[in-house]
């Protein structure tokens, strides 16, 4: 309230008047969208998007037009997400900055709109379920939404939905301060008015994204070797997942995509604080008596309106409310497949991918984008086993065991890739007389470029190794400095060549010498790399001792 004195015949008399209440100025709809998903970073490479529970987030930025007139005055800007982080909510280009931000906290629903109709009128229309003729009045709303539901109209007080009769609402508009859409306000103040266009950022909770790799073997390169295997093309296209778990869509948006873990420690989840949108609900007493029982075979409270608010999906089957020219429809849908090819950048120690074309992030819906294809990745297959130290190569239960197999390339141009690989999940798929059946599945952590990828895609079937001590009485622990007498016993099934990498022991526990092959370190192994010939089993005796012995 603004108070002026003044003085009227020497009698001085305070004068009340309310303050001027600042004007309500709607942006406009976005004119430029852009949309950065952060995948959740607790989950796994081999973890499914949860769908119904994304944890992962964006950050929005969406460019809005407002007039605003000369003073104080309030912008709405309506249909942000609704799992926003209020908090992280920033405003560029207006002329006299930020006074105060909101968050609007109801959105238009069953309850809200009886609330806001209070005292005013409405129609209510009734159907006669013998003859199908529906009957319509004017009635006022006498009561709130927390409870039974009582109108007056010339046939007095009655509650709704009692009568056991099918019963429409009409409401002629939507009371002020109501939307279907979240809603972010700002206060600002502009010295002389004017049209501008400004920016809203801000996190939103409820989105994520996973990549989904297709490798499929191609042609061989005859002649070509890489450690002793033979390289072959892969063929190599991967996709992006996104899901985006709010009721808001952003159509036309520029997205960009995170890879690489990000250290989060706020809870943006319990940050957001979604908007609430509460159904309407009917309590009447059962009709009849205790003894004859009721004629409604079922008087418990019952949803009187089911709109598909962006937070709350109430069952439409009851559904007896209508705004005149504004009935909201949300079906859950998917969006189509967009083919385009993500664009990598560096962002700190993570990978964005930027998706050159624009795209629509649906409402509760999932889309994929191509990011990478790749004809002609030079890869080879690679077998691996391990040797045992603690076993002794005549021990008769001693099975040879299957050696693991490997997909192995090198993520750089000139093998084809040079693009860093976020996680995801592979199908392998192999070529046969009858297509390409899938050989293989098998997920892939962040390649960074210049790393060598290496993937574990199973256990071989044509290919074992045995690997342990010959002395069963001498364990290299044992045994001070001295060396301890190993053998290796690999054994090559398929009609053609393969380089198996043997596992000797950690680098830093063991030290090992392997007569004509030499011995490096990789993923903290003692590993000597050997070429095993077709149909054949190759035999060789090699020494290990313990290099903190004395």
Same mark, same amino acid.
């Given at each position: 309230m603004r108070r002026a004195a003044t003085c009227l015949g020497g009698l001085a008399v305070l004068i009340t008047a309310p303050l001027t209440a600042r004007e309500v100025v709607d942006a406009s709809p976005p004119t430029d969208l852009s949309v950065t998903i952060y995948r959740n970073p607790d989950r796994d490479p081999d973890e499914p998007l949860e769908r119904d529970f994304p944890q992962g987030f964006a950050l929005i930025s969406e460019t809005r037009r407002v007039t605003l007139p000369q003073g104080e005055s309030t912008i709405r800007f309506e249909g942000v997400a609704e799992g926003m982080v209020g908090v992280s909510a920033i405003v560029t280009g207006l002329p006299g900055g930020t006074i105060e931000k909101n968050r609007n906290a109801q959105l238009l629903s069953p309850a809200a709109l009886v609330n806001g109709t209070l005292g005013n009128r409405v129609t209510i229309t009734r159907t006669n379920p013998a003859t199908g003729a529906a009957v319509s009045e004017q009635a006022i709303v006498r009561t709130r939404a927390d409870g039974g539901l009582v109108l007056q109209s010339s046939q007095g007080f009655e509650a709704v939905r009692c009568a056991g009769l099918p019963e429409t609402l009409t409401f002629d508009r939507v009371p002020k301060g109501l939307s279907a859409a979240p809603v972010y306000s700002v206060d600002t103040r502009s010295p002389k008015g004017g049209t501008y266009d400004v920016t809203l950022t801000y996190l939103s909770w409820g989105f994520d994204w996973q990549a989904n790799y297709v490798g499929t073997v191609g042609r061989k390169n005859a002649g070509a070797k890489a450690g002793g295997g033979e390289e072959f093309d892969l063929q190599?296209?991967?996709?992006?997942?996104?899901?985006?778990?709010?009721?808001? &869509?952003? /159509?036309?948006?520029?997205?960009?995509? @995170?890879?690489?873990?990000?250290?989060? /420690?706020?809870?943006?989840?319990?940050?957001?604080? #979604? !908007?609430?949108?509460?159904?309407?609900?009917?309590?009447?007493?059962?009709?009849?008596?205790? &003894?004859?029982?009721? *004629? =409604? !075979?079922?008087?418990?409270?019952?949803?009187?309106?089911? #709109?598909?608010?962006?937070?709350?999906? =109430?069952? %439409? +089957?009851?559904?007896?409310?209508?705004?005149?020219? +504004?009935? @909201?429809?949300? /079906?859950?849908?998917?969006?189509? =497949?967009?083919?385009?090819?993500?664009?990598?950048?560096?962002?700190?120690?993570?990978?964005?991918?930027?998706? !050159?074309? %624009?795209?629509?992030?649906?409402?509760?819906?999932?889309?994929? =984008?191509?990011?990478?294809?790749?004809?002609?990745?030079?890869?080879?297959?690679?077998?691996?086993?391990?040797?045992?130290? %603690?076993?002794?190569? /005549?021990?008769?239960?001693?099975? *040879?065991?299957?050696? &693991?197999?490997?997909?192995?390339?090198?993520?750089?141009?000139?093998?084809?890739?040079? @693009?860093?690989?976020?996680?995801?999940?592979?199908?392998?798929?192999?070529p046969t007389e009858r297509g390409a059946q899938l050989a293989a599945t098998t997920t892939l952590r962040d390649y960074a470029r210049g790393q060598d990828v290496e993937l574990e895609i199973g256990e071989s079937a044509q290919v074992f190794a045995r690997c342990a001590r010959i002395d069963e009485d001498r364990h290299p622990r044992d045994s001070g400095r001295k060396w301890t007498k190993m053998r290796a016993e690999l054994t090559n099934a398929n009609p053609h060549p393969v380089t198996l990498r043997l596992q000797l022991g950690w680098s830093s526990q063991w030290e090992a010498r392997v007569p004509r092959e030499s011995v490096v370190v990789k993923n903290g192994y003692k590993v000597a790399v050997v070429t095993i010939p077709a149909n054949q089993t190759r035999t060789f005796d090699w020494r290990l001792r313990d290099v903190d012995a004395e």
């Open positions: 190599l296209l991967s996709w992006l997942t996104l899901l985006n778990d709010n009721g808001q &869509s952003f /159509d036309n948006a520029r997205l960009q995509i @995170i890879a690489g873990t990000l250290n989060v /420690d706020s809870d943006y989840e319990g940050l957001s604080d #979604p !908007p609430t949108a509460e159904p309407l609900r009917l309590e009447c007493y059962p009709i009849g008596s205790t &003894s004859a029982g009721s *004629p =409604v !075979p079922d008087y418990r409270p019952q949803p009187v309106f089911a #709109p598909p608010s962006p937070m709350a999906m =109430v069952e %439409r +089957s009851a559904e007896m409310i209508v705004v005149t020219g +504004s009935r @909201i429809a949300a /079906d859950e849908f998917e969006a189509p =497949v967009a083919v385009t090819t993500a664009e990598e950048e560096d962002l700190g120690d993570l990978k964005l991918f930027r998706v !050159p074309d %624009r795209v629509d992030v649906s409402a509760k819906g999932m889309k994929q =984008v191509a990011f990478l294809n790749k004809d002609a990745v030079k890869a080879r297959y690679l077998y691996e086993a391990g040797c045992d130290p %603690r076993e002794w190569i /005549d021990d008769e239960d001693e099975e *040879p065991q299957p050696a &693991s197999m490997l997909l192995v390339t090198k993520n750089e141009t000139a093998k084809g890739l040079g @693009i860093a690989l976020p996680q995801g999940a592979l199908n392998l798929f192999e």
